[in-house]
């Protein structure tokens, strides 16, 4: 059975520290890894990662992809109050479900002023 | 750019009343949407796949005849609850494909249904 999953579900830390939220997946016919953030509405899209070892930056989140070991992680560097969101990573497959995402759970982050 | 916009943002019915909500994709066109929903502190659910001038494929456990449809243009689907209950109850979310080559969905901000 397809699965992703995340860790940690919840997450509280201070402006200014760094976070690392982690996605592993077992999912057959791998073809990309999605990362959406989620306020009170709708995932807003982060990053797409479909290649192993490329780092993909934008500002102070970044986030890498280990395709043998099958993880992902996003990195949160001097976070502040506006990071706080849930953090959602998702799989695409290839084959006949192709585009449909895989979500995991979610991380919600919470950052204290 | 990859704006996907959803109209009603919520929207507040009677048991037993039809409501549709439509999903555009704003600035690309979008051959393929998905339909999600989500219950409070829970990850999004699909509910189907939309191919445009196709009929869209449904997940298992999601009623067909309750939740239609539409997917008439590139740009333009719709989602209609029929016979709505206060259990059809909540947040629907559509998604757009960035086009043929992306596997990016751009997602709308969604819709909250309320069923009294």
């Known amino acids: 059975e397809d699965k992703v999953v995340q860790s940690p579900l919840s997450l509280v830390v201070h402006e200014g520290d760094t976070v690392t939220l982690n996605c592993s997946y077992e999912?057959?016919?791998?073809?990309?890894l999605l990362w959406y953030k989620q306020e009170k509405k709708a995932p807003t899209f982060l990053f797409m990662l479909?290649?192993?070892?490329i780092e993909k930056k934008s500002g102070r989140l970044s986030s890498i992809l280990d395709k043998k070991e099958l993880f992902s992680i996003l990195n949160i560097t001097a976070t502040q109050t506006g990071d706080s969101a849930i953090y959602l990573c998702?799989?695409?497959?290839?084959?006949?479900?192709?585009?449909?995402?895989?979500f995991g759970r979610g991380t919600q982050l919470t950052v204290w002023p | 750019g990859a704006v996907v916009s959803q109209h009603p943002s919520w929207v507040i019915c009677k048991s037993g009343t039809s409501v549709k909500i439509e999903c555009r994709s704003l600035?690309?066109?979008?051959?393929?949407m998905f339909w999600y929903r989500q219950f409070p502190k829970q990850s999004l659910m699909l509910m189907a796949t939309s191919n445009e001038g196709s009929k869209a494929t449904y997940e298992q456990g999601v009623e067909k005849d309750k939740f239609l449809i539409n997917h008439a243009s590139l740009t333009l689907s719709t989602l209609t609850v029929t016979s709505a209950h206060p259990e059809d109850s909540s947040f629907y979310i559509c998604?757009?494909?960035?086009?043929?080559?992306?596997?990016?969905?751009?997602f709308g901000p969604g819709t909250r249904l309320t069923v009294l």
């Open positions: 479909t290649s192993s070892g």
């Open positions: 999912v057959t016919n791998f073809r990309s």
């Open positions: 998702a799989v695409v497959r290839g084959g006949s479900t192709l585009g449909r995402l895989y």
């Open positions: 998604s757009a494909r960035g086009g043929p080559g992306t596997d990016t969905q751009y």
């Open positions: 600035d690309f066109q979008a051959t393929t």
